[in-house]
Nanobody, 115 residues
Framework: QVQLVESGGGLVQIGGSLRLSCAASGSISSIYHMGWYRQAPGKQRELVAAITNTYTNYADSVKGRFTISRDNAKKTVYLQMNSLKPEDTAVYYC??????????WGRGTLVTVSS
């Protein structure tokens, strides 16, 4: 059984920073893609950032402010979020895709950006 455990969410002021972490455990191997998605109230879930061993990809709305990274040995993906804005408020979900195309989701961590 595979588990993804997210951490690092919380309440932050406008312009502040947070670092999200997502650790994968269980019977998971050969990870291909790791990513962060978010879902704001009343909106669809959207891709924030994704990373493989060869590329990274960011939503236009977070380019220059967010940085995704991964530690393959720890099976962990990170999202460093700087210069946070109220529109970044959402539940952030971790997603991991294996080479076999099996996809797993975390339960989400809430990020609230407030003045």
């Amino acid at each position: 059984q595979v588990q993804l455990v997210e951490s690092g969410g919380g309440l932050v002021q406008i312009g502040g920073s947070l670092r999200l972490s997502c650790a994968a455990s269980g019977s998971i191997s050969s990870i291909y893609h790791m990513g962060w998605y978010r879902q704001a109230p009343g909106k669809q879930r959207e891709l924030v950032a994704a990373i493989t061993n060869t590329y990274t990809n960011y939503a236009d709305s977070v380019k220059g402010r967010f940085t995704i990274s991964r530690d393959n040995a720890k099976k962990t993906v990170y999202l460093q979020m700087n210069s946070l804005k109220p529109e970044d408020t959402a539940v952030y979900y971790c997603n991991v895709v294996q080479v076999s195309s099996m996809s797993y989701w975390g339960r989400g961590t809430l990020v609230t950006v407030s003045s």
